[in-house]
Nanobody, 126 residues
Framework: QVELVESGGGSVQAGGSLRLSCARS??????MAWFRQTPGKAREKVAN????????SYADSVKGRFTISQDNAENTVYLQMTGLEPQDTAMYYC?????????????????????WGQGTQVTVSS
């Protein structure tokens, strides 16, 4: 089993920054991702991290502004968010799965990830 616990959400003004953390315990997974969701909409992939190679992928809407990374112990995944915009307001979720090769970087659907955290709210005001 895998447990994921997010933290670091909050309220910021447009242009500000936040860093989200996702602490993982239990079974070791090599594919981590951040998703976000607003009321009435499907959960949207934000970024993926494949820990075997340290490779990443991002949604077009956050490229150049958000960075996903992992600590050396591979127990915590971060999402550094800069240049925040009101449309970034959402509940942010950490997700995990195990994959082979760079397939991890192409996983964009909620159904691809069996393990989820409880979410952390990010609110960006204009």
């Amino acid at each position: 089993q895998v447990e994921l616990v997010e933290s670091g959400g909050g309220s910021v003004q447009a242009g500000g920054s936040l860093r989200l953390s996702c602490a993982r315990s239990g079974y070791r997974t090599n594919c981590m991702a951040w998703f976000r969701q607003t009321p009435g909409k499907a959960r949207e992939k934000v970024a993926n991290f494949y820990s075997n190679k340290g490779t990443t992928s991002y949604a077009d809407s956050v490229k150049g502004r958000f960075t996903i990374s992992q600590d050396n112990a591979e127990n915590t995944v971060y999402l550094q968010m800069t240049g925040l915009e009101p449309q970034d307001t959402a509940m942010y979720y950490c997700a995990a799965t195990a994959t082979s090769g760079d397939y991890c970087l192409h996983l964009n659907s909620q159904a691809n990830f069996p393990y989820w955290g409880q979410g952390t709210q990010v609110t960006v005001s204009s």
